[in-house]
């Protein structure tokens, strides 16, 4: 979720996604327009096809995989691919969670801080103990975002030993964060 959606790349110019503002200036400039031999390029070597990307994607080396990749976007373009693909169910396509519309265990009410932990709690009356290390402190001011003064954590991280919490804008993050060491 770094990056736009890929969805509907298939037969676009790179870098035009409207709304995404963190293309690189090499991105922008490229004269590159998404398609199976282009994808193949990007794909195997993303710095090599566009010098200067700030894509931190190292590439797919076998030839098949990238060849999978390029059909799956093809066919999201074209509307073939399976439902839960096209992002009727489920999260691909684009999609991603409405945190207006958290669940109470994920809404943040208090975040308190202590020595190296991070005390966070949700409306559902629980009270959690996260390693200031293993919490990001996000924001996302688009229209999925959380509203303001209401921000939400999500899990993160293989383990569930990481969570990030998000918050609707950067200025709400220090004033919300409580310093509290019993």
Not at 22 to 47: C, F, G, I, Q
Not at 67 to 81: F, G, R, S, V
Not at 103 to 110: G, I
Request: charged share 25%; hydrophobic share 35%; net charge positive.
């Amino acid at each position: 979720m770094t990056g736009p959606s890929l969805a509907h790349v298939w037969g676009r110019r790179a870098g035009t996604v409207e709304g995404f503002q963190r293309y690189s200036d090499a991105m922008k400039h490229a004269n590159v327009t998404w398609d199976e031999p282009t994808l193949d390029k990007w794909l195997a070597d993303p710095e090599r096809f566009i010098p200067g990307t700030s894509m931190t994607f190292a590439g797919l080396k076998q030839p098949r995989d990238r060849q999978d990749l390029a059909a799956y976007l093809k066919a999201l373009a074209e509307q073939t691919a399976p439902p839960a693909a096209r992002g009727e169910q489920g999260m691909m396509g684009g999609g991603k969670a409405d945190l207006r519309k958290a669940p109470p265990d994920a809404q943040v009410k208090a975040l308190s801080h202590c020595g190296d932990t991070y005390t966070v709690e949700t409306a559902d009356g629980k009270k959690n103990k996260v390693w200031e290390f293993n919490l990001r402190l996000k924001t996302d001011s688009s229209k999925l975002g959380p509203l303001p003064g209401n921000p939400v954590i999500v899990g993160a991280g293989m383990q569930g030993d990481r969570a990030s919490i998000v918050f609707a804008s950067p200025k709400e993050i220090s004033s919300f964060i409580k310093q509290s060491c019993p």
